[in-house]
């Protein structure tokens, strides 16, 4: 195979339509507009979304709700990822992010949360901006440390 020998897929393309080329190419005269009306003039149309002037469905529909912009989000982990990991192991942000242990990475994140889901029996260092209750008192409860960072 080379270059030069390929072309696209059967009936991937179609020529284009040569509008107003007589009446004998049944796109002649009007070039397939029809007669007269918006449709048929230049520019002719509206745009996506109008209804004719009647009042449109986004603004008919209520406004609801509220998106917080300002919120803190946080990259969560739970005991149950530590678990695994061997005695004396320092967990941090970094950790984290180098050993893919966070499954979703939220766009503009603040930092790092323990999650108290799951078991934990080896002492570790874990330094985090947030600990749930439960997570500091099984890490603490393991032999291990958890330090949070301002």
């Not at 209804?51 to 509220?66: D, M, N, S």
């Not at 997570?135 to 291990?144: D, M, P, R």
Request: net charge positive; hydrophobic share 35%; glycine share 16%.
């Amino acid at each position: 195979m080379r270059i030069d020998t390929l072309s696209p897929a059967e009936g991937a393309t179609t020529p284009a339509k040569r509008l107003g080329r007589g009446i004998g190419s049944g796109l002649g005269k009007t070039s397939g507009k029809g007669h007269k009306g918006q449709w048929a003039r230049s520019g002719g149309g509206v745009r996506p979304g109008f209804e004719g002037g009647q009042t449109p469905l986004a603004r008919r529909i209520p406004k609801r709700g509220f998106k917080n912009n300002f919120k803190k989000q946080y990259i969560l982990i739970n005991l149950c990822d530590l678990a695994e990991l061997p005695a004396g192991t320092v967990v941090d942000l970094g950790f984290v992010m180098e050993n893919n242990m966070a499954k979703e990475v939220k766009k503009n994140c603040y930092g790092l949360k323990v999650l108290g889901n799951g078991e934990i029996n080896v002492a570790l260092t874990v330094k985090a901006h947030k600990f749930s209750e439960s997570a500091k008192a099984a890490i603490e409860q393991a032999g291990g440390t958890a330090e949070v960072i301002e």
